[in-house]
Nanobody
Framework: QVQLVESGGGLVQAGGSLGLSCAASGRTFDMYSIAWFRQAPGKERELVAGVSWNGQTYHGDSVKGRFTISRDNAKNTEYLQMNSLKPEDTAVYYC????????????????WGQGTQVTVSS
């Protein structure tokens, strides 16, 4: 059974930092891209960052320079380091995996984690 388990969310003041982890299990993820999405109340789920199956990384414009994504294939774990957090970063953060390249479309992902809440206070 495939599982993606996120951890590391919480409450932080603006300007602070948080680190998220996504631990994948249940299959081999060598050919899978793993991404972080977020969804704020009343908004669509958006792609934040991801690591493609071939190691290429992507960071969305709204987080570029503040968030850093990385992946440890030996541990089947992906990390999202979030610095200089802003109130507008407040959302539920999800990790997701899909076979092949990264996609900005949530519907193209095969597996999802349960989500972790990130709240940034002003």
């Amino acid at each position: 059974q495939v599982q993606l388990v996120e951890s590391g969310g919480g409450l932080v003041q603006a300007g602070g930092s948080l680190g998220l982890s996504c631990a994948a299990s249940g299959r081999t993820f060598d050919m899978y891209s793993i991404a972080w999405f977020r969804q704020a109340p009343g908004k669509e789920r958006e792609l934040v960052a991801g690591v493609s199956w071939n190691g290429q990384t992507y960071h969305g414009d709204s987080v570029k320079g503040r968030f850093t994504i990385s992946r440890d294939n030996a541990k089947n774990t992906e990390y999202l380091q979030m610095n200089s957090l802003k109130p507008e970063d407040t959302a539920v953060y999800y990790c997701a995996a899909r076979y092949g390249s990264l996609s900005s479309s949530p519907g193209r992902y095969d597996y999802w984690g349960q989500g972790t809440q990130v709240t940034v206070s002003s």
